[in-house]
């Protein structure tokens, strides 16, 4: 038995919005598995906090990943910063929640263009580098609306949907070139913007949570391990999959 299996030393990562939420859980989880992380973000004093937090594992690089043309630049930086990345994570995005016929063309593009341009053309750039090294690991944070329908998100649902194609394109595509690419979906996750949507509404929580077989929301941490899971040795031949981590609830849609 490999007890290395879920080793992470030796490899760095890049985390795209990876200074608070998911993409810290997910940080947090890496550098505990032994990884180096760089965090990508807007926000420089989130990213200070954050890394203040994870440790000397843990290197900060403000940047806007919907600032297309800058995006061979930030992938070129963190190189530059950290050495070869072999792990990417596709985590920043945005939410808006609207009814479809109240959506503007400008706030669907905005909202594709963090999740969806931005994603795919830091990949693009990232992946180069790991299929010239044939080494590498893309994780792309999807969601259940990848899979269900639900209303006033049309455009974010759009884009995570969008998702799982490239996951599929991109793993067919390159998989035979040692770099593997898969998605995982969250479920409602415990945080402060989940607090945030559910105070002052018993009912819409206890809805939601008559949802989830498992019985409860889940932890930031649970999509870190699964992160640390699919970018391991322990996963050398998992590829093109969209891992659900919602504790049942799509299946019970």
């Known amino acids: 038995m490999n007890s290395s299996a879920f080793n992470l030393s030796q490899q760095t990562a890049l985390i795209t919005g990876g200074g608070t939420g998911l993409g810290f859980g997910v940080a947090r989880c890496l550098v505990a598995s032994g990884a180096r ?8 004093d989130e990213l200070g906090q954050a890394c203040a937090a994870l440790g000397p594992s843990a290197l900060a690089l403000p940047g806007d990943i919907t600032d297309l043309e800058s995006v061979p630049r930030l992938a070129a930086e963190a ?17 808006l929640k609207k009814l479809a016929v109240d959506t503007t063309d ?8 963090t999740h969806l341009n931005g994603a795919f053309a830091l990949t693009r750039e990232v992946g180069r580098r790991m299929l010239e090294r044939k080494h590498g690991s893309i994780i792309f944070m999807a969601s259940m609306a990848s899979f269900i329908g639900m ?7 759009a884009a995570k949907s969008a998702y799982v194609g490239v996951v599929r394109t991109l793993s067919t595509e390159w998989g035979g070139q040692g770099v593997r690419v898969n998605a995982i979906a969250p479920g409602w996750i415990a945080s402060p913007m989940l607090d945030q949507a559910l105070s002052g509404d018993p009912e819409r929580k206890a809805k939601i949570l008559g949802r989830i ?13 699964a992160a640390v899971y699919l970018c391991s040795p322990a996963a050398k ?4 999959v969209v891992l659900p981590v919602d504790g049942g609830a799509a299946e019970s849609f």
């Open 106 to 113: 400008n706030e669907f593009d905005r909202v594709m263009q």
């Open 237 to 240: 031949y998992v590829n093109g």
């Open 151 to 157: 209303p006033r998100i049309v455009a974010y649902s």
């Open 213 to 225: 077989p498992a019985g409860g929301f889940g932890e930031p941490n649970d999509i870190g391990w």
């Open 79 to 95: 190189e530059r910063l950290a050495g070869p990345i072999s792990i990417l994570v596709n985590n920043a995005g945005i939410h």
């Open 37 to 44: 992380v760089v965090l990508v973000g807007r926000r420089a």
